[in-house]
Nanobody, 124 residues
Framework: QVQLVESGGGLVQSGGSLSLSCAAS????????MAWFRQALGKERQFVAA????????DYADSVKGRFTISRDNAKNAVYLQLTNLKPDDTAVYYC?????????????????WGQGTQVTVSS
C-alpha cells in the first residue's frame, strides 16, 4: 500500500515563492511517475507537473512553465515542487500523485495514488 503526504503549503504574497514536498511510503516502486495537481475552490482538478523516476522526463502545464520546478529524490522517496513568482491564480489545494505509468501524463485518471493535499494561498 502506498501513502503520500504533502507538506509546505501556506500563505504567500504575489511574486513570492514556496516549496512543496511529498513523502511517499509503502510500495513506491509501483510509482515510476510522480506528479502534482491542484484544485482551486469550485474548479476541477488541474495538472501542474510530472516527473519520471529517473528525472530524465518532466512535463509542465503551460500556466506554470518557467515558474514551477518539479524534482524527486528516489533515495528519500520524495518529490518536490518549487513554486516561484506566484500569482493569485495559483491559489489552490496542491495534491501529490503517483502513477503506475511509464511516462508523464496530464490526466488525473492515470494516477492511482493521491495525497491529502496542502493549501497554497497567494495574496495580491
Amino acid at each position: 500500500q502506498v501513502q503520500l503526504v504533502e507538506s509546505g503549503g501556506g500563505l504567500v504574497q504575489s511574486g513570492g515563492s514556496l516549496s512543496l514536498s511529498c513523502a511517499a511510503s509503502g510500495h513506491t516502486s509501483s510509482m515510476p511517475i510522480m506528479a502534482w495537481f491542484r484544485q482551486a475552490l469550485g474548479k476541477e482538478r488541474q495538472f501542474v507537473a510530472a516527473i519520471k523516476r529517473s528525472g530524465s522526463s518532466t512535463d509542465y502545464a503551460d500556466s506554470v512553465k518557467g515558474r514551477f520546478t518539479i524534482s524527486r529524490d528516489n533515495a528519500k522517496n520524495a518529490v518536490y515542487l518549487q513554486l516561484t513568482n506566484l500569482k493569485p491564480d495559483d491559489t489552490a489545494v496542491y495534491y501529490c500523485a503517483g502513477g503506475e505509468i511509464p511516462s508523464p501524463r496530464r490526466g488525473s485518471e492515470w494516477y492511482s495514488y493521491w495525497g491529502q493535499g496542502t493549501q497554497v494561498t497567494v495574496s495580491s
